[in-house]
């Protein structure tokens, strides 16, 4: 009985040995899903035309399924010879796209995936013109900017990183700079990485990065702008504008910061009316003044007694505005000297006539 015990107590620590070694063996494993060669096709100027081609291998051990293939532009069509790819198996995705006349074609190629490793896998093709430039933007991120602050708070301004790809000759240098509409912004250029000359061509792929931050000496308010790329180009194209907002709040916040309407151009229209309301983290708001800051707006104030840190405006629209889309900044001034601007904008429908259009 002792000898039997003894043999099952050596199997049982050989077992746990054997799966501890395992544990470690896979600990030390760096898992691999779908891999993607090359991860950007460049067709050159000087090149014949090429159909890109990307190959894909399946690096680990069970079927990856391709749910979805999509593409950026209407440019580049994909094509997959198949939705599941095997273990260890290599497939070839193609890419019917089109060579432009001038400047060039890109197209961002995107996989969606089964794979917990690999869910989401991505490719660029880009086509430049024969005998052109061929200098290019295919990536700008993010394509969006929201910047807040308020004024009072000693932690830094926040700094948006503005990222922006290219394919470009060396050492030329296609993209120029950033300007953007609004003066209450500060931009600077970051740093700018190329890479290896792209497919045995003297074309590299470059990222420029800004700093995007909120000039400390701008007022408080809510300001809506578009940040615009300078290149070589000639015109401007789509993806070399991104819209920005600027949020600045002061002691005070308005809340809604902004109010927005659209009237019919029917004889008697129902004109809108908004409720804001402040509040103030630094006690009682004494208001000293409103300025509608239009003659079709009016403006009442109504001090709310139950609560020593806040007061209600009330914004009426009087008219319909000439314009169809007319602005208009509702400003508020306290005994403190606090500043609260509200952008008030009211569009309608253009009016048409059996000779002309407004």
Sequence with gaps: MTRICAVLLSLGLSVFMVLGAGCDKADDTVQVGLTVEPQHFYLPPDKELATPVFSLVNNSSTVIHIR??????????????????????????????????AGANSATVTLLTDSRITPVV????????????????????????????????????????????????????????????????????????ASRPLFGSNFVERQYKFLIEIDPKFPVGSYYGNITLTTKAKSIAPNHRIDISLIIDGHIVATPRSVFARVSNSEMPKLPMWNVRLNSAHGRIQIESVDAGADWLMTTVAQDNSEQNSANIQIRATSVPPDETSMADVIVRTTDQDVVRIPVVLTRPRRFSPTSVE
Aim: charged fraction near 25%; aromatic fraction near 2%.
């Design 122 to 193: 991505k490719m660029t093709s880009t086509m430049a013109a024969k005998g052109d430039g061929g200098a290019s933007v295919f990536e700008v991120e993010p394509r969006r900017i929201v910047l807040e602050r308020r004024i009072g708070n000693d932690s830094p301004s926040p700094v948006q990183i503005l990222s922006i790809k290219s394919i470009e000759q060396s050492p030329d240098r296609f993209v120029k700079g950033v300007e953007c509409d609004l003066p209450g912004l500060m931009i600077r250029e970051h740093s700018v990485t």
């Design 68 to 101: 979805d293939v999509k593409s950026s532009c209407g440019c580049a069509a994909p094509k997959l010879p198949s939705s599941y790819v095997l273990p260890g198996q290599r497939i070839q995705l193609s890419v019917d796209a089109i060579r432009p006349a």
